[in-house]
Nanobody, 123 residues
Framework: QVQLVESGGGLVQAGGSLRLSCAPSGRTFSTYAMGWFRQAPGKERDFVAA????????DYADSVKGRFTIARDNAKNLLYLQMNSLKPEDTAVYYC????????????????WGQGTQVTVSS
């Protein structure tokens, strides 16, 4: 079956770094736009970052610009989110997403979602 599996989450102190990975299985996503969303307890799921199928056209939420970097390795069928200078407000469950239509991906209407990985940033 088609799956997206996130990994790399954990507990980190403010100012630290984490790298999240998304490993799709069941098919390749080399022709899909992919991205990351996050959801804190009691809050809406928010867009974090997206990247086009060919690795270009990266887009970021204003809250993470300059701190987070999205990248993909289509040869390995992997998606990454490098998170630097982490803040307590970055604490959330982070979800990987894939969608052929980048406009749909951007607004949270992806056909494929991972199960999420917890990121907790302590003060």
């Amino acid at each position: 079956q088609v799956q997206l599996v996130e990994s790399g989450g954990g507990l980190v102190q403010a100012g630290g770094s984490l790298r999240l990975s998304c490993a799709p299985s069941g098919r390749t996503f080399s022709t899909y736009a992919m991205g990351w969303f996050r959801q804190a307890p009691g809050k809406e799921r928010d867009f974090v970052a997206a990247i086009m199928w060919n690795g270009g056209g990266a887009d970021y939420a204003d809250s993470v610009k300059g701190r987070f970097t999205i990248a993909r390795d289509n040869a390995k069928n992997l998606l990454y989110l490098q998170m630097n200078s982490l803040k307590p407000e970055d604490t959330a469950v982070y979800y990987c997403a894939a969608e052929k239509n980048v406009r749909q991906l951007r607004i949270g209407l992806s056909n494929y979602w991972g199960q999420g990985t917890q990121v907790t940033v302590s003060s």
